[in-house]
């Protein structure tokens, strides 16, 4: 694991535990976002890996699926998770009628242990949070 892949994994459960933060809180649309944001900065991790960086999300999530989920590397369900994080993030945070609900908070944030799970599996002991410097 380089160090812009650690770097990518603290923010990813940094954003994990805000995530179960904001849903304890009753925020669930904030919750989603953050667990999607987990998720998104694992799928840049290991991107990371193979030389690849970018900088729209809708690039993250595509060669996330055909690099990794298409080839078989990581289960198909992991890059549908990511898009249906993705799309319900956006509806969270642009749609001002949106109220969220645990049950959703619940399920992204279990989504985003998962992607943490993976990366822990696939690249490696996640780095320490005492590596951050503060």
């Given at each position: 694991?380089?160090?812009?892949?650690?770097?990518l994994?603290?923010?990813?459960?940094?954003?994990?535990?805000?995530?179960?933060?904001?849903?304890?809180?009753?925020?669930?649309?904030?919750?989603?976002?953050?667990?999607?944001?987990?998720?998104?900065?694992?799928?840049?991790?290991?991107?990371?890996?193979?030389?690849?960086?970018?900088?729209?999300?809708?690039?993250v999530?595509?060669?996330?699926?055909?690099?990794?989920?298409?080839t078989?590397?990581?289960?198909?369900?992991?890059?549908?998770?990511?898009?249906?994080?993705?799309?319900?993030?956006?509806?969270?945070d642009?749609?001002?009628?949106?109220?969220?609900?645990?049950?959703?908070?619940?399920?992204?944030?279990?989504r985003?242990?998962?992607?943490?799970?993976?990366?822990e599996?696939?690249?490696?002991?996640?780095p320490?949070?005492?590596?951050?410097?503060?």
């Amino acid at each position: 694991m380089n160090e812009h892949q650690a770097a990518l994994l603290r923010k990813a459960r940094e954003s994990q535990k805000a995530a179960r933060l904001l849903a304890e809180r009753g925020w669930f649309d904030f919750a989603v976002s953050r667990a999607y944001y987990a998720m998104f900065y694992v799928a840049q991790a290991f991107l990371a890996g193979e030389g690849l960086e970018f900088s729209k999300h809708s690039a993250v999530i595509s060669a996330f699926g055909s690099r990794f989920s298409k080839t078989g590397k990581v289960p198909a369900e992991f890059h549908r998770h990511l898009i249906e994080g993705e799309h319900a993030r956006l509806k969270g945070d642009y749609d001002a009628l949106s109220e969220g609900s645990a049950e959703t908070a619940a399920r992204h944030i279990a989504r985003a242990e998962q992607f943490l799970e993976l990366a822990e599996q696939m690249l490696g002991p996640l780095p320490s949070e005492l590596g951050r410097g503060g």
